[in-house]
């Protein structure tokens, strides 16, 4: 507070107008949507693809809604057919075990977004270590999900459990809140 002439001004400072930092990111078929290594009881596949493809160093906030659009193609073989981002019509690639004789990524979204099809698009919260923070979740060509608390980064990736010979990539925009602040001066008596 300060002293103003005729009273007293009041500084307060009040949540404005979210806005929306858009990040764009390729997410190669071959890119694990987390890291198994670190998240060993959400393990899956055989582990032979890439890293997942990581957004971080964003001001992510519990509650705060992060969306996503994406657009392209994957296979699962080298000339196989072309997957968009919400994957095999007809191949669930969720609860069932794969030709890994693993279970897919898909097996630990929520089940209240399933279906996850082969190929899908997938994401993660995790924390400042890699670790999955809350439930991973089906981004597809286009999802709206709540940052958990603990979120420090978004992890994305493919829904497979062979990786090594998948091919192509998805463009991947992500809008993810800000928050700015504005400072009000309000005098008083």
Avoid: C
């Amino acid at each position: 507070m300060r002293i103003v002439a005729m009273g007293m001004a009041l500084l307060a400072l009040t949540a404005g107008h979210v806005q929306a930092r858009e990040v764009t990111v390729i997410v190669p078929a071959t890119a694990m949507p987390w890291n198994p290594g670190i998240n060993g009881k959400k393990s899956f596949g055989r582990r032979d693809g890439s890293r997942p493809v990581m957004i971080a160093g964003q001001h992510l906030f519990e509650g705060g809604k992060v969306r996503f659009a994406a657009s392209g193609e994957t296979t699962t073989i080298p000339g196989g057919i072309a997957i968009g981002p919400d994957g095999q019509a007809d191949f669930v690639a969720d609860d069932n075990i794969g030709n890994s004789g693993l279970v897919f990524p898909g097996h630990y979204v929520d089940r209240a977004t399933r279906p996850v099809k082969l190929n899908a698009l997938i994401g993660a919260f995790i924390d400042a270590d890699g670790r999955v923070v809350g439930a991973p979740f089906l981004v597809g060509r286009e999802a709206t999900v709540r940052v958990p608390a603990g979120a420090m980064g978004i992890a994305l990736g493919i829904n497979d459990d062979i990786y090594a010979d998948n091919g192509g990539s998805l463009s991947v925009t992500v809008d993810i809140p800000e928050v700015s602040v504005i400072v009000e001066e309000k005098e008083g008596q």
